[in-house]
DNA sequence: AGCACGCCGACT
DNA sequence: GTCGGCGTGCTC
């Protein structure tokens, strides 16, 4: 007995681990264990990425997630194909911190793991095409016909054909069926291949042949041949200009971009003869994708504000992990950042700098750049699949150890973060919510920070309430700068009564007449005006003048969006488009009007009214392309612009002297949020707003025009009180049970046939009811919008007690109740949708 | 999520 | 007779 279990032993720990729990990107909620081939079995590690075929047809890349040697019992495991890295991709540290997302935000890790890879790190797979070896076309008892030998043909030359050369060689654009035939006939074979995505970037480099470089006699000679050929006098000219190969003999080893070389119109033609008559040569190098920039700036002195407030920010994190820093806009929080970051980095750790999309665009990126060079990398949403990779790879790498990015950037493969900063914390874009992992930015930031041992620091002019909260228990630090940076002061606030003008006949095209007089003195004394117009929850429709159609969209219950760049209605919710109809679809009519005001009206009504002020408009549609933004900023910075109208994304990072008027089109519709943080979300977007006016020597006014004047937020927000409205917001938030008090989760149930959405919605709710935590869950409710791609929805907000261990426990139980649930067949193609910690 | 397998209607 | 509709079950 006992030798055997001494055999057994023996072989357990001897038999090598020879099975791996891989991490795949597909929504199921578990990972899936394949065997590690012997071969493989030395070099395997976690957080490698490796290849494995799933399924009968699928070929992915996976993650190594855990290594060991349990066979699974009830199938047998397949192997791992091939291991993609030598050095794993993925630190053992974001495997926890997918985990711990996945389990908080109620996804499966593959759900994480797909938002957190670049996609240039996964593979791609082609079909590719193969002459199969067992045929023979004589002994065929099928038939061929010209175009089918025509591919087989080809298939002599080259071992493998892609679909697209085939439709090259037959010159037609559905190759399929007639591969389908040949594959039917046993002539080719068809296969999958897999490559990696990422591709380095290769640079076609021209230098100087090193034995001319090094000889001044050489060069001597070279320009007495090339005497009487002014083109390649010109180059050779040019070259040495770039990269004078005497004083700097190290420059010519890695040569000069050939582009650059020939991009003063220099030919090509003439390059190739020098090449050929031995002056220069050409080779090819891998280069990076994003430059090298040498730091060109100090960073600034501390005003003595500054410097109390980071004094104050490194007394509180040797006891706390969070800081929050909240100072009012303009009070210099970059340069606090700035010194912070340096005193991090020169401790050997790495930091990461979160940013909203929009803010990421701005000054303050040029402005970091300048400081910290090379060793900083920016993690953009614009950049492109190969780009990303390049960060990636540059932290992993140890190239970056400094990185300014969006949301997504959590996920990079920090080994050693010392320093996480959350900027513009208050901002609600850092929740994603479209596809899962539906995960808050700064929440899932400071986990990762917890996770590396690291600090955080949360910085706003406006924090979000549940920041400030947490400030006022004492789980955060809190410092604060109410002055602003020099001597600028606060602006000057005027409400613009919409009701009263309207009365009196002063309203003109939607503008009061303070706006316009406001608007008109600024542009006399040539400074510039922001007029912001919020456009959430509403945007400019198409409507028929004599019976009220509207144009709606044939999937979703809402109605289309009417964009004016390309005469175009559009649906936000599923992205249909359509033309603009000339008559009403519905009576006939040619009445047909744009209701609503969106930016583009605004714009329209501004120039009739100015028609003097050059006008610029900042939105979505104008700002689509990867330097639409930055233009539109660099015009309005050179004072090209008097007047910008803009949505949200003109509250961020503008800072420009010039700007004395900062109008809100509609201040109303700011009050009409439909949630418990309507309050909290109006005074952060007025205060933001206004935080763009009069920043140097001139005061700034903010005009608000409302038809609610007498609404008491504008008094709060006019007396920036923001201890008071906190204050007052927190007594209604612990009576109505919202947060900071409770946890919320949000479920939507969706299925196309209503009743059966709404069956499957009340189903959830009464088991929910039962179990056994402290909670109150309200609705189900329909839907704000009934219907979004053809799927009826409805919604429960479940608010649970912060205390104990009541969210596990819900979210084991809620995890059992959708799986009993879905295998009702009646239920079987509903879907739910949690959202944990709900916008 | 895909994708294959399987069982019922309108077409060559 | 077949192509193809989408219900349902599975993926190591």
Redesign the pocket.
Known sequence: MESLFADQDFLEKNSGNNFA??ILP???P??????IPKNFQSEIQIGQRVI???????ILTGIIGKVHNKP?Q??????ILDILDVQPSVNPLQIRFWVWMAEYYFCHIGEVMFAALPSGLRLSSESKIQANPNFDLESSPYPLDTREELILEALENQNELSYEDCEKILGVKTIHPILKSLVAKEAILIFEKVQEKYTPKVETRIRLVPAIAKDKNALQAVFEAVQGKPKQESILLKYLRDIPVFNKPHLNEKGLDKATLLEEGDSESSLKTLIKNGVFESFKLVVNRIEEEEPEREASALSSTQQAALEEIKTHFETKQSVLLHGVTGSGKTEIYIKLIQEVLESGSQVLLLLPEIALTTQIVSRLKQVFGSQMGVYHSKYSDNERVEVWNGVLSGRFTFVVGVRSSIFLPFDSLGLVIIDEEHEPSYKQFDPAPRFHARDAAIMLAYFHQARTLLGSATPSFETYFNATQGKYGYVQISHRFGEASMPEYHLANLSADRKKNLLKLDSTRLLREKIQNALENQQQIIIFQNRRGYSPYVQCEDCGWAAECVQCDVSLTYHQFAEELRCHYCGYKEKVPQTCPACGSSQLSTQGMGTERIEESLSLLFPEARMGRMDLDTTRNKYGYQRLLDEFAAGQIDILVGTQMITKGLDFGKVTVVGIWDGDRILNFPDFRAGERAYQQITQVAGRAGRRDIKGQVIIQTRNPENDLFEKVIRGDYFEFFRQEMFDRKKFFYPPFVKLVKITTRHTDFKVAEKAAHALHHQMANLPVKKIVLGPEKGIIARIKNQYQFESLIKLDKAGNTQSVFKEGLSKILEELQ?V?EF??V?WIVDVDPN
């Open positions: 729990d891989i597909v929504p199921i578990r990972m899936f264990t394949y065997r494995v075929q799933f399924g009968k047809k699928k699974p009830a199938y047998e495991a397949k192997p295998s067949p079987r193609s879907r």
